[in-house]
Nanobody, 117 residues
Framework: VQLVESGGGLVQAGGSLRLSCAAS????????MGWYRQAPGKERDVVAT???????YYADIVKGRFTISRDNAKNSLYLQMNSLKPEDTAMYYC????????????WGQGTQVTVSS
């Protein structure tokens, strides 16, 4: 499975961005998908996940500001980010969970999000 993110960039605090992730390859081998982020000097953390049936999970720090969605017909994943804060600055990664392993085995290269104050 190949994952390609897009939509990152520079935005002022309070602004919005929409990230997209296009999946290709053995799509039938994945179920849940998610967004993770990693800031310089910090560990990679989960932002939000969505199961194939639509059930979602959000990290507390983004609840009410970010919305994850997926379009199974287009093999695409999205993250709508509103009310962005400087602390949201990070590299954002799209990930997919393997049905076989139950782990997030597939990762994109990442897209940079920078929020200026």
């Amino acid at each position: 499975v190949q994952l390609v993110e897009s939509g990152g960039g520079l935005v002022q605090a309070g602004g919005s961005l929409r990230l997209s992730c296009a999946a290709s390859g053995s799509i039938f081998s994945i179920d849940a998908m998610g967004w993770y982020r990693q800031a310089p000097g910090k560990e990679r953390d989960v932002v939000a996940t969505i199961k194939s049936g639509g059930m979602t999970y959000y990290a507390d720090i983004v609840k009410g500001r970010f919305t994850i969605s997926r379009d199974n017909a287009k093999n695409s994943l999205y993250l709508q980010m509103n009310s962005l804060k400087p602390e949201d600055t990070a590299m954002y990664y799209c990930a997919a969970r393997s049905i076989a392993s139950g782990e997030y085995d597939f990762w994109g290269q990442g897209t940079q999000v920078t929020v200026s104050s």
